[in-house]
């Protein structure tokens, strides 16, 4: 996986902030959506893996 086109946005167009900051539609924080555009793939697994995290101790499921 070299190509950043290889590690699709979980952006579900559902954005609404919660009060850490954390987007209630794809669980990624404000900073790590800012960071997508110029993350790499690495970078990009690994905000999807901290977003997962966040979604498991929310006990709220992900929309898609």
């Given at each position: 996986m070299?190509?950043?086109n290889d590690v699709e946005s979980p952006c579900?167009?559902?954005c609404c902030l919660d009060e850490d900051d954390v987007c209630m539609g794809c669980?990624?924080?404000i900073?790590?959506?800012i960071e997508w555009?110029?993350?790499n793939c690495e970078q990009r697994i690994a905000i999807l893996q901290m977003?997962?995290?966040r979604e498991i101790k929310?006990?709220?499921p992900f929309i898609k």
């Open positions: 070299n190509n950043t579900v167009r559902n669980f990624r924080t900073s790590e959506i555009g110029q993350a977003a997962k995290q929310s006990n709220k």
